[in-house]
């Protein structure tokens, strides 16, 4: 079926997954001027066809030129041996001159434009599938190089929190065996002071009970 501007204007694209593929008001500038062609081929067309149609329609002029007889030759005067008259020579034909036939139309050229709007409309679409795909293409290969840096950010960080988190575990750790030792320290000078305290006492106790018992008696 033959290409036509309302084809060309009815036209619709359908639009990628990820986004639009192609930029549309490129896309409709660019239809703009299809249409404009298409409508002036088909106008040269239709005229083309207009004149073929009126010049078959037409009968051929013919012109008619006639060419006039020569004159006939004139009698001699009669004399006692008149000499035979010539007899005259036949006219020439009249000369038809056929009028100039309408300029045939050629076929081939509207095949030839028709093949050449097929062949446009046929690239402009094949160029919009491409610049599709590779739209497509560089945005699947931007989705996964983000992905990949997220992943790889994700990691890093964990790694870097899991550092601080065993840092801090060490320097917990430290602290708690500096906690135990202080402790360990702190009961035995407890214990040393309590038990010199009891040995004073004894000692004490031990110096009063004599003074005691001579005060008795």
Do not use: C, W
Not at 175 to 185: K, P, W
């Amino acid at each position: 079926m033959a290409l036509t501007p309302e084809d060309v204007v009815n036209k619709r694209f359908q639009p990628t997954k990820f986004r639009e593929g192609y930029d549309q008001d490129e896309v409709d500038d660019f239809l703009d001027e299809v249409v404009v062609e298409l409508r002036r081929l088909t106008q040269e067309n239709e005229e083309l066809r207009q004149r073929l149609s009126s010049g078959e329609s037409a009968p051929a002029a013919t012109t008619v030129i006639d060419t006039p007889a020569p004159a006939a030759v004139e009698q001699a005067p009669v004399v006692a041996e008149p000499e035979p008259t010539p007899e005259p020579e036949p006219a020439p034909a009249p000369v038809v001159a056929q009028a100039p036939a309408a300029p045939a139309v050629d076929e081939d050229d509207e095949t030839s434009s028709t093949s050449s709007l097929l062949k446009l409309a046929r690239k402009l679409h094949e160029e919009h599938v491409r610049e599709g795909i590779e739209k497509r293409d560089a945005l699947v290969a931007e989705a996964h190089a983000t992905a990949a840096r997220i992943a790889a950010e994700a990691e890093a960080e964990q790694r870097s929190k899991t550092a601080v988190l065993e840092k801090e575990r060490q320097v917990l750790e430290g602290r708690i065996d500096e906690l135990r030792t202080f402790e360990r320290e702190y009961r035995t000078k407890l214990k040393g002071y309590i038990e010199g305290q009891l040995r004073e006492l004894d000692s004490a106790g031990s110096s009063e009970a004599p003074a005691t018992a001579s005060f008795g008696n």
